[in-house]
């Protein structure tokens, strides 16, 4: 029977031996790709927290004690050791998250997945234990990637402080995030992966002097003494304890016996204490580490022997503005591109490879991105700062008062943009229309196709004197959607053969192929549509307005958040303008939308043609009613006299 069928939480590990130990991280290893291979996930970084993640449950006792992970897509092991072994639907509706998450299981705490979080999370949660006398331990498992973010050290800055206050920092260091991590942290930490450390070096040195009479314990006794000094020439980890922080390692992150020892003693501690890992993303499964992209950090459906993909699908939208930056670069030398530790996910890899002197990585670090793009910009180039449309949320500040405010020519690429599915709440780009909408002078644009990703691309590096935005989608890109005319800036998608037109349909980004549909399913039950693609939906095209107030009712289609969007701008530009025409705005409600497949979600949310073109016939129906009921309750009020 295997070991690993007979987990059902973290207690059953205390009872096996190291050998059998050493059999449940293979067993865990295969399940893994055996697994994931089938839906898609992480599977590189779980590969590597095999050992990491038993050993943390047999040294902490979780839920009492708390096990966070930072990001946490490396959380499958925690899951199959907390009794989670149904990987059938990951990351499907259903099924489970491809993330900790608090409605699965009482062991996971954080689940918003976004990097560099874990350690203010942990110091609060620490804070808390101290306050209300608990007993219980904190354990924030971090990545080195994710080491890079600003966040992480603000909250090392702020744990140090507390030098009684239990917290156990984990730094798990495969040298990546997505690719190679980068920058002057990852140089230190290379520095210590290199080194023997100094407790081993210390323990050599004892060994000798202790045998050498007379003045060999006194010399030991002087070398310990001066600890600090010794330390930094041996193994430069004074990083951390200039810090305050106590430090244990580096530690061989597959040697579970190791990390059991090290982790005991940073529990016994009573204080801050960073236990240094070692591990090796994608271990154990060669073609993960034939890679050296990302050592299969997230695969789709994949052939378990060879690493390959199952299906290949065609352009997507990532590929076409990768393709097309490529070009820009060629055509400007003054175009330069950034990105946050993500070089290959947002399509700048290609770029990299023919201007390796003209890309930045940053690391985890959103904000520092676009404050740096600002001074870029300043400087006399033209950055374009690609990056998840979920992750600007987090440099919204640095947009509006280091950017907008200084009127920078800055170009941000939003990947990912609204429902992206099976990522789940924290992962859909479903605030940026609506959070960008506040900042003076910036123009958002919303491609509805590859043309357009191209053509806006350009029209966006164009600008030099105010930020420009251009979101697209995730997946695949469909097929052109042509257009048929144009009014002001706005592309007309579908005329309504009639000079009264019914309604107004506002097509935002790639929906367009979706309101297509639906005013095909109006025009059945005789209901005339003009469909425009605003193309730049800020500021609101000067067009919109006039060309609303010959139609009878205006409707809004956006794969964004419902509050504050496309919809609510053009509601606000009417009303200006004196407009007075019905708007019906279609989005994203304002919750955290489950994992699910795209399709799934937009279902669940209405955003699909059917829901859409009903609720409008049933928005023109009763406007017709109000018509017949102001016919006769006027012509009653003409024949009133007559009578008399």
Not at 184 to 191: S, V
Not at 324 to 349: C, F, K, N, S
Request: aromatic share 6%.
């Amino acid at each position: 029977m295997p070991l690993l069928t007979r987990i059902t939480g973290p207690r059953d590990l205390d009872r096996l031996s190291l050998e059998e130990l050493d059999q449940l991280a293979g067993e865990i290893r295969t399940f893994l790709v055996d697994a994931v291979s089938k839906t898609g996930g992480h599977l590189g970084p779980n590969l590597g927290v095999v050992e990491l993640t038993i050993a943390l449950h047999r040294v902490f006792e979780s839920p009492k004690d708390k096990v966070l992970w930072d990001t946490g897509h490396q959380s499958y092991v925690h899951k199959l050791l907390t009794g989670r072994q149904d990987f059938s639907r990951l990351k499907m509706k259903g099924g489970l998250s491809g993330y900790p998450s608090q409605a699965e299981s009482e062991h996971d705490v954080i689940e918003n997945s976004h990097a560099s979080t874990v350690l203010g999370w942990a110091d609060g949660i620490a804070k808390a234990n101290q306050l209300l006398k608990r007993d219980s331990h904190v354990v924030a498992v971090i990545g080195d990637g994710a080491l890079t973010g600003g966040m992480a050290w603000e909250a090392l800055n702020n744990i140090a402080e507390a030098k009684d206050r239990p917290l156990v920092i984990v730094v798990n260091d495969n040298e990546r995030s997505y690719a190679p991590t980068i920058g002057g942290l990852a140089n230190h930490l290379a520095t210590l992966r290199t080194t023997d450390g100094y407790e081993r070096f210390l323990a050599r040195t004892k060994d000798i002097l202790d045998r050498t009479p007379v003045v060999g314990k006194p010399l030991f006794d002087t070398l310990h003494g001066a600890k600090k000094g010794l330390k930094d020439f041996i193994a430069p980890q004074g990083m951390f304890e200039d810090l305050g922080l106590k430090y244990v390692g580096p530690i061989d992150g597959h040697d579970i016996e190791a990390l059991e020892s090290a982790l005991a003693r940073a529990k016994r501690f009573g204080g801050p204490v960073i236990v240094h890992c070692l591990t090796e993303k994608g271990r154990g499964y060669q073609p993960a580490l034939q890679d050296e992209a990302d050592r299969f950090h997230a695969v789709g459906k994949i052939h378990p022997d060879t690493g390959l993909p199952i299906a290949t699908s065609g352009a997507d939208w990532t590929s076409v503005f990768g393709e097309e930056m490529v070009r820009l670069g060629e055509e400007r030398e003054d175009v330069v591109a950034i990105t946050a530790a993500m070089l290959q996910p947002v399509g700048l890899d290609k770029f990299a490879k023919r201007f390796p002197d003209r890309v930045y990585d940053v690391g985890i670090a959103e904000q520092h991105g676009a404050v740096s793009a600002a001074g870029l910009a300043h400087a006399g180039v033209h950055p374009v700062f690609a990056v998840y449309a979920t992750f600007l949320n987090r440099a919204f500040d640095q947009v509006l008062m280091d950017v907008a405010l200084h009127k920078c020519g800055v170009t941000f690429v939003l990947d990912r943009a609204g429902v992206t599915g099976t990522d789940g709440a924290s992962h859909n780009g479903m605030w940026d229309m609506s959070i960008l909408q506040v900042v003076p002078g910036l123009r958002l644009a919303a491609p509805r196709d590859a043309d357009q990703v191209r053509a806006q691309l350009r029209e966006a590096v164009a600008v030099e004197d105010a930020p420009t935005v251009v979101r697209f989608s995730k997946g695949a890109v469909g097929p052109a959607v042509p257009a048929v005319g144009r009014v002001g800036g706005m592309d007309v998608l579908r005329e309504p053969g009639t000079d009264r037109p019914d309604v107004l349909l506002v097509s935002v980004g790639a929906l367009a192929p979706m309101c297509l549909e639906v005013a095909s399913l109006l025009d059945r039950q005789g209901i005339s549509t003009t469909v425009v693609d605003p193309r730049w939906v800020k500021p609101v095209d000067e067009a919109m307005a006039p060309l609303a107030e010959r139609h009878r009712v205006v409707v809004t289609v956006e794969d964004n958040s419902r509050v504050g969007g496309v919809g609510s701008a053009i509601a606000q530009a009417l009303r200006d303008a004196g407009v007075d025409v019905p708007l019906r705005d279609f989005g994203i409600p304002p919750r955290f939308l489950d994992h699910a497949s795209r399709a799934e979600v937009l279902a669940e949310i209405g955003l699909t043609a059917p829901d859409i073109a009903r609720q409008v016939t049933g928005l023109v129906s009763q406007l017709d009613g109000l018509t017949h009921s102001r016919l006769r309750t006027d012509g009653a009020a003409r024949a009133e006299p007559a009578r008399d």
